[in-house]
């Protein structure tokens, strides 16, 4: 390939050099740099890339692309100024794999909570639907039926264009994506043509990064700024902030509610742990997921399906049958009479909603939650998640989630701020994660419900920067049918 045939779709100030050198890869990591690749040199939050140009000629970058020109400039190398190397990546990335995205039916899915749910259950959907499908989501990526690792909610532009490139040369229909603020902000969906989007929620979350609640709010707002006009935009009308999310958007304005009126009403009839009777645009159905946040998480699963050209009653007919995500509302039960719930509840609004349906669904025993915090994230969330669990417990152990480069106790001491001296008194604090949900387990009775929040589908704790083994439910399981 030539790099004069990637250069189309790609603003650009100046090109200096030959355009038409040959390429044969892209990349933004001066360590993956081989022989005749593009590299781009992006000013991320860590490094600035421009200080790796000259690594990356020396292994053998045949074009480097960036937003501030080195002095030194060897003439067999050709130099792409650009305003945003972050764009001209993702752009850059589009053109090399084909423009995968114009060749399948995009919807990207974004809020606080609910996108991993969203996105899964839209998968979920339309395989059963007969389609083949991609999922790119927290827990794994998907082309149809192979999974394939996640390591980040959205990939990198270049490791994004090339799963969507695997998708569409599959033969895959339709992608559904999970669309983070750190990928909006960093432009990693540039180059991405997307024919639906999804807001869920917004809630406090990534104030480490993103700095303000307004910082936070605008991120995800930028996705529906530059929906195109044929796409379809739908919008959780019982968040304060949906209406804001669409306010400046090109594409087709659709709601979703189960408090208002809206283009997809929903209203929950009864549930229990098994599930919920739902009241959808009037008709009933019958789901495997609870809570009301996965009632809104459905409405917009059926909101988005019918938008996509769907027949309402076969919607609902695969509905029914759709099973939770990993990790989300996972229930294990035992012969002792004790049912354990794990969850990735991680942020305040989570927590708070998970307890509610939790303490709604309980057959009056007592609710004991085991939580904690992540380290090296936002820390002003922290004592309000201990005072939110320990508001909607009847026993709170607080504990270690991924503690990261932090110690564990200077993240358990920052919860406990949100505790009154009286209430600290009564919390549990177990720094070991494995004892503190050991010491939940053994403090429960029949009838008892123990949640442990924050790590979900996790398989790992993440400790001074070393992955150890490490899964909620497993270990639960082992405890709880010994």
Known sequence: MKLYELLDYVPYKTCIGNDRVTVNSITANSKQVTPNAIF????????????????AINQGASVVVCQQLPHNRPQDVTFLHVEDSQEALGNLAAAFYGYPSEKMIMVGVTGTNGKTTVATLLYQLFRKLGHKVGLLSTVCNYIDDKPVASTHTTPDAVQLHALLAQMA?????????????????????????????????????????????????????????TLPAHAFALTNADDKNGKIMTQNTQANVYTYSTLSPADFKGKVLEQS???????????????????GYNAQNLLAVYGAA????NNAEEILRIMSGLKPVAGRLDTIYSDKGITAVVDYA????AVANTLSTLQ????????ITVIGCGGNRDK??????????????NLLIITSDNPRFEKPGDIINDMMQGLSEQEQDEVLCIENREQAIKTAVKMAKAGDLVFVAGKGHENYQEIEGVKHPFNDKELLQTLLNR
């Open 40 to 55: 781009v040199a992006v000013k991320g939050t860590q490094a600035d890339g421009h200080a790796y140009i000259e690594n």
């Open 169 to 225: 040369d599959a033969g895959c229909r339709y992608a559904f994506m999970e669309v983070s603020s750190h990928a909006i902000d960093q432009k990693r969906i540039a180059g991405i043509c997307f024919d639906g989007g999804i807001f869920t929620n917004l809630t406090r979350d990534h104030l480490d990064y993103h700095k303000t609640f307004q910082g936070y709010l605008n991120a995800k707002k930028a996705f529906f700024d």
């Open 273 to 291: 742990i098994e599930g919920m009777l739902m009241n959808i645009n009037t008709k009933e159905v019958a789901v495997q997921l609870v809570g």
């Open 306 to 309: 019918f938008l996509l050209h």
């Open 346 to 349: 991680h942020t305040p609004d």
């Open 360 to 367: 709604k669904i309980n057959k009056g025993g007592k609710l």
């Open 380 to 393: 002003g969330k922290r004592p309000e998640m201990a005072r939110l669990a320990y508001k909607g417990s």
